[in-house]
């Protein structure tokens, strides 16, 4: 018989009742039960549950044993009686009657427990990371995570594209986060930097001729976390094609998010074919450009029907509402709550009406409006008998982060929030531009090495602020999943493009050498995309945070707690790197 083991412990049957077994495994949970012990043994694969009954040597071995410890038992495979069938468990139909017990590894105290998802804080958790991991609900997020990848590489390599590495070890990338940075000690006061994406990498495999690329990607970003975001190390699925436009890119990545959502979603719907939304009318109907279509409610811009009205909350401001059906004979509770729920995204208060069966408005601020501003509004946003409607006022930015937060937690107060569901939807028609209102500077707003939409003709003649880029994002239940573009790869349309955001020909020049020389060596039209991987687990895996679907994962302020990193370095090896460490004086 093998030196540890003849089966795992979610192996065994009915089948397998009078054979003698090996197992090994983690002392998961043990009960007395009338003097005779019953102890589950866990491994990756599964749970067996073991007997030992007083008396024996395994009785005095497994009473003994501290939960987590590794053992490894023999024994035999004995029926659990139709009784006690465990119908939770794949081996629920039988036990092991243990006759021999080796401890392997015994465990110190356990800092919280393993068997229950108990309240343990998310440091306690990340500094004991490794026992973390044996909580089944973990270790099975990092179980689909890898299945997830793997599905991925098959499901590109047979939609014809190719698994290509890039480096770690490169220049600095305008990415727009901040880069970490690697000391080079053969080449002294130089650094490298470690990607935040393998783009400009990719675009020259485009130049190369290899034509359909793609990568499980590690990236690297100095950048705050979020819950959808984890700070320092994230992967992502980088794709590039040439020979492309914009809709040559949605289709192939489509095919795959069906897919994969469906293969992986536990039976939730995966809605298909994914609805365009160009970016303005995004933020217009939704608050948002990563709109939770799940959310069946609607935003309406009616700013034109109190220009200048005498009613002063909304006169000259952006104003926005939100109708909502069935909910005018909810409780005045109902609609206090979801003030409160817009006052903690930052509104000062969130003004609403009610509509009476007899078609006119009651409420707060109803004896504010016209009877022109009733019947502007009832035509406008289909009114009828039971609907309720809530505003906004105040800056465009402002009110549409506010009101697209109320629309989504609206929808779920009043049930009109689909569940069980992936709804997808491509963001498209980005700006090229934006103005910063401070200082009136015109920027990029999105991606500066995006191809504008009418290319240089535009860059030429149009308002900046006009110009729509050809960019666009994957958005899935209000996650952005990833943000793409078709490239700019025409030499004078880029340096046209940096001119207009304040960036001279020589900047240009010296900053992108490397891309703007194979530019100049025939490059293809190309374009492409980098879906999150994680995001994309944590959605499937419907968990709110990020962290929850990386095995090693570093905490809300970029350090690993469980390896203790970030280090200091000693004096000896800053002088090998030609470094000198000026740390920030107190305040």
């Given at each position: 018989?093998h030196?540890?083991?003849?089966?795992?412990?979610?192996?065994?049957?009915?089948?397998?009742?009078?054979?003698?077994?090996r197992?090994?495994?983690?002392?998961?949970?043990?009960?007395?039960?009338?003097?005779?012990?019953?102890?589950?043994?866990?491994?990756?694969?599964?749970?067996t549950?073991?007997?030992?009954?007083?008396g024996?040597?395994?009785?005095?071995?497994?009473?003994?044993v501290?939960?987590?410890?590794?053992?490894r038992?023999?024994?035999?495979?004995v029926?659990?009686?139709?009784e006690?069938?465990?119908?939770?468990?794949?081996?629920?139909?039988?036990?092991?009657?243990?006759s021999e017990?080796e401890?392997?590894?015994?465990?110190?105290?356990?800092p919280?427990?393993i068997?229950?998802?108990?309240?343990?804080?998310?440091?306690?958790r990340?500094?004991?990371?490794?026992?973390?991991?044996?909580?089944?609900?973990?270790?099975?997020?990092?179980?689909l995570?890898?299945?997830?990848?793997?599905?991925?590489?098959?499901?590109?390599?047979?939609?014809?594209?190719?698994e290509?590495a890039?480096?770690?070890?490169?220049?600095?990338s305008?990415?727009?986060?901040?880069d970490?940075?690697?000391p080079?000690?053969?080449?002294p006061?130089?650094?490298?930097?470690?990607?935040?994406?393998?783009?400009?990498?990719k675009?020259?495999l485009?130049?190369s001729?290899?034509?359909?690329?793609?990568?499980?990607?590690?990236?690297?970003?100095?950048?705050?976390?979020?819950a959808?975001?984890s700070?320092?190390?994230?992967?992502?699925?980088?794709?590039e094609?040439?020979?492309?436009?914009?809709?040559?890119?949605?289709?192939?990545?489509?095919?795959l998010?069906?897919?994969?959502?469906?293969?992986?979603?536990?039976?939730r719907?995966?809605?298909?074919?994914?609805?365009?939304?160009p970016?303005?009318?995004s933020?217009?109907?939704?608050?948002?450009?990563?709109?939770?279509?799940r959310?069946?409610?609607?935003?309406?811009?009616?700013?034109?029907?109190f220009?200048?009205s005498?009613?002063?909350?909304?006169?000259?401001k952006?104003?926005?509402?939100?109708?909502?059906?069935?909910?005018?004979?909810?409780?005045?509770?109902?609609?206090?709550?979801?003030?409160?729920?817009?006052?903690?995204?930052?509104?000062?208060?969130?003004?609403w009406?009610?509509?009476?069966?007899?078609?006119?408005?009651?409420?707060?601020?109803?004896?504010?409006?016209t009877?022109?501003n009733?019947?502007?509004?009832?035509?406008?946003?289909?009114l009828?008998?039971?609907?309720?409607?809530?505003?906004?006022?105040?800056?465009f930015?402002?009110v549409?982060?506010?009101?697209?937060?109320?629309?989504?937690e609206?929808a779920?107060?009043?049930?009109?929030?689909?569940?069980?569901?992936?709804?997808?939807?491509?963001i498209?028609?980005?700006?090229?531009?934006?103005?910063?209102?401070?200082?009136?500077?015109?920027?990029?707003?999105?991606?500066?090495?995006?191809?504008?939409?009418?290319?240089?003709?535009?860059?030429?003649?149009?308002?900046?602020?006009?110009?729509?880029?050809?960019?666009?994002?994957?958005?899935?239940?209000?996650?952005?999943?990833s943000?793409?573009?078709?490239?700019?790869h025409e030499?004078?349309?880029?340096?046209k493009?940096?001119?207009?955001?304040?960036?001279?020909?020589?900047?240009?020049?010296?900053?992108?050498?490397?891309m703007?020389?194979?530019?100049r060596?025939g490059?293809?039209?190309?374009?492409?995309?980098?879906?999150?991987?994680?995001?994309?687990?944590m959605?499937l895996?419907?968990?709110p945070?990020?962290?929850?679907?990386?095995a090693?994962?570093?905490?809300?302020?970029?350090q690993?707690?469980?390896?203790?990193?970030?280090?200091?370095?000693?004096e000896?090896?800053?002088?090998?790197?030609?470094?000198?460490?000026?740390?920030?004086q107190p305040?």
């Open positions: 018989m030196r540890y083991r003849s089966h795992t412990c979610g192996e065994l049957r009915a089948s397998d009742v009078g054979s003698d077994v197992l090994s495994g983690w002392l998961h949970n043990r009960r007395d039960l009338g003097g005779i012990l019953f102890i589950d043994l866990r491994d990756h694969y599964g749970i549950q073991l007997v030992a009954r007083p024996t040597p395994a009785y005095e071995a497994l009473d003994k501290s939960k987590e410890s590794t053992v038992v023999d024994g035999k495979v029926s659990r009686g139709t006690n069938v465990n119908s939770e468990l794949p081996t629920g139909e039988i036990e092991v009657e243990v017990v401890l392997l590894g015994a465990a110190a105290p356990l919280f427990t068997n229950t998802e108990d309240g343990v804080n998310e440091e306690r990340l500094e004991y990371r490794f026992l973390d991991l044996r909580r089944e609900r973990m270790h099975r997020n990092i179980l995570r890898t299945s997830v990848i793997s599905a991925i590489r098959h499901k590109m390599t047979t939609l014809g594209f190719n290509m890039t480096p770690i070890l490169s220049a600095t305008p990415e727009g986060a901040r970490f940075v690697v080079s000690r053969l080449n006061g130089r650094f490298y930097a470690l990607p935040q994406a393998p783009q400009q990498f675009q020259l485009m130049i001729g290899f034509d359909r690329y793609f990568q499980i990607a590690p990236c690297f970003r100095d950048e705050d976390a979020r959808d975001r700070p320092g190390e994230f992967y992502q699925l980088d794709v094609m040439s020979f492309v436009e914009q809709e040559d890119i949605f289709q192939p990545i489509e095919k998010m069906t897919e994969l959502f469906e293969e992986f979603g536990n039976g719907h995966v809605t298909s074919p994914f609805p365009r939304i970016f303005r009318e933020m217009l109907k939704y608050g948002s450009d990563k709109p939770d279509l959310a069946q409610l609607e935003l309406v811009d009616i700013t034109d029907i220009e200048g005498e009613f002063k909350a909304f006169a000259g952006h104003v926005r509402a939100l109708p909502v059906p069935d909910v005018a004979a909810q409780s005045r509770k109902f609609f206090d709550q979801l003030g409160d729920y817009a006052v903690s995204q930052g509104a000062k208060g969130l003004a009406v009610r509509v009476a069966e007899d078609g006119s408005l009651t409420g707060p601020i109803a004896k504010f409006l009877d022109e009733v019947a502007e509004l009832t035509k406008r946003l289909s009828a008998a039971g609907h309720a409607v809530f505003f906004g006022a105040g800056e930015d402002e549409s982060k506010i009101m697209g937060a109320v629309r989504v609206a779920k107060r009043a049930g009109h929030f689909e569940e069980g569901v992936f709804r997808f939807c491509w498209v028609d980005f700006p090229m531009y934006e103005k910063d209102e401070e200082s009136g500077k015109i920027d990029f707003s999105h991606n500066p090495f995006s191809m504008p939409q009418g290319g240089l003709e535009a860059l030429e003649t149009q308002d900046p602020l006009d110009i729509l880029g050809w960019q666009y994002d994957i958005v899935c239940n209000g996650v952005e999943l943000s793409g573009a078709i490239r700019n030499p004078e349309i880029m340096l493009a940096f001119e207009i955001a304040g960036y001279d020909r020589e900047t240009v020049e010296e900053q992108f050498a490397g703007l020389r194979a530019f060596f490059a293809p039209p190309h374009g492409g995309i980098a879906p999150g991987v994680d995001r994309i687990v959605l895996a419907d968990e945070n990020i962290r929850e679907t990386i090693f994962p570093l905490n809300g302020n970029a690993d707690l469980m390896m203790g990193a970030p280090t200091e370095l000693d000896a090896r800053l002088r090998e790197l030609h470094i000198s460490v000026r740390k920030p305040k």
